[in-house]
Structures are given as C-alpha cells and as structure tokens.
C-alpha cells in the first residue's frame, strides 16, 4: 500500500530513502511521543526524496 502510494507520487522507494524517513520519524515523533499516520509517512518520504535529488 505505502509502495503504491509513492509510486503514484514518483518516488522510488530505495534503501538510502527508506532509511533516511526511518532516521526522520524515529527522531523527530517516537522521541516526542507522537504517531505517524500513513499520510505523515507519505509526506516524510516526500520531503527526504526531494533531499535527496537535490544532493545528487
């Protein structure tokens, strides 16, 4: 479901990416009690992937 989601978005769901949103969530809502819902994690992967263009 959330690999269909991104593809519909153009993203391409590899292990640096999947890695970096794993860094973002773990950091930034398990450390101040928060949940993730499955849009927060689409827009997470959205925003680390266009990191990640841009750095490459």
């Known amino acids: 479901m959330l690999k269909q989601q991104l593809l519909n978005k153009g993203i391409d769901l590899t292990k640096t990416l999947a890695d970096m949103?794993?860094?973002d969530i773990k950091f930034n809502n398990i450390?101040?009690?928060?949940r993730t819902?499955?849009?927060?994690?689409?827009?997470?992967?959205e925003?680390?992937?266009l990191a990640l263009?841009?750095?490459n």
């Open 21 to 23: 949103v794993a860094a």
């Open 31 to 34: 450390s101040f009690n928060k």
């Open 37 to 45: 819902t499955l849009n927060d994690l689409v827009t997470v992967a």
């Open 47 to 49: 925003r680390c992937d």
């Open 53 to 55: 263009r841009r750095c």
